[in-house]
């Protein structure tokens, strides 16, 4: 069992600036694979990015340039840096860890941070 808590949501305006952070609890050493996703009231869940335990990292198109995904090992803590955000980033955000490939559905979840951005 793995364990996620996000923090780090808040409101911001837009063009601003705010950094999620995910901590992970239990059994991470074999966490293959941690990611980034949102909801935004009303519509689908959608994937930001993820982060593999080798450090290679993989990108939406929507938020490329934008977000970056990063991870600290020794802390067992995910980290998501949103720059020049915008009013359609306001959502719900979600950590995620599994224990597969990326490509591969997460098998856990946390509760979710909200993030509102203001025009």
């Known amino acids: 069992q793995v364990q996620l808590v996000e923090s780090g949501g808040g409101s911001v305006q837009s063009g601003g600036s705010l950094r999620l952070s995910c901590s992970a609890w239990g059994y991470t050493y074999s966490i293959q694979c941690m990611g980034w996703f949102r909801q935004a009231p009303g519509k689908e869940r959608e994937g930001l990015a993820t982060i593999a335990s080798d450090g290679s990292t993989s990108y939406s198109d929507s938020v490329t340039g934008r977000l970056t995904i990063s991870r600290d090992n020794a802390k067992n803590t995910l980290y998501l840096q949103m720059n020049s955000l915008k009013p359609e980033d306001t959502a719900m955000y979600y950590c995620?860890?599994?224990?597969?490939?990326?490509?591969?559905?997460?098998?856990?979840w946390g509760k979710g941070t909200l993030v509102t951005i203001s025009s």
């Open positions: 995620a860890a599994g224990y597969n490939e990326c490509h591969y559905a997460m098998q856990y």
